[in-house]
């Protein structure tokens, strides 16, 4: 279940950004971690006992702060559809097909099919204006 794994990293990652929007000092992680205990120490240095004066002083550690943390859409889950209900999409939205080890691939109106569900991100000139 691949699509249930993305969904997992992807509440992780918005679970990290609030962890980082809530906290008033910087959250400190080891700069290119080599290990899995590297790398499961960064993961908690998102947790509530980040803030050691040990790891904060260390020339090997960076800080992130919520200044240059990019924007995630948030991942509302996954779901499945049956391939009976993708006609009904028309042919505009009939996702297309692709080549892969040289076999088109596409997807079968007689298999059901599983999706990602994020959240959508209008980008910045299609963005509606917020009423009043």
């Known amino acids: 279940m691949a699509f249930q794994r993305e969904c ?5 990652l918005q679970t990290i ?3 980082i929007r809530a906290s008033a000092k910087p959250v ?3 700069k290119e971690p080599k290990t899995w205990k590297d790398a499961i120490r960064n993961l908690y240095s998102f947790d509530e006992g980040r803030l050691k004066p040990k790891i904060r002083d260390a020339a090997n550690f960076i800080s992130i702060t919520t200044s240059p943390f990019p924007r ?7 779901l ?3 391939g009976a209900e993708l006609p009904a ?3 505009k939205l009939w996702p297309t097909g692709f080549v892969l080890d040289r076999v088109k691939r596409q997807m079968s109106p007689y298999e059901d099919h599983s999706a990602v569900l994020y959240e959508f991100v209008p ?4 963005a509606v ?3 009043v």
């Open 129 to 131: 204006p917020p009423r």
């Open 80 to 82: 499945t559809i049956s």
């Open 8 to 12: 997992q990293t992807a509440a992780l």
């Open 89 to 91: 999409l028309g042919p």
């Open 28 to 30: 400190y992680l080891k």
């Open 17 to 19: 950004q609030a962890a």
């Open 72 to 78: 995630i859409r948030s991942c509302f889950g996954w």
């Open 123 to 126: 980008s910045q000139e299609d």
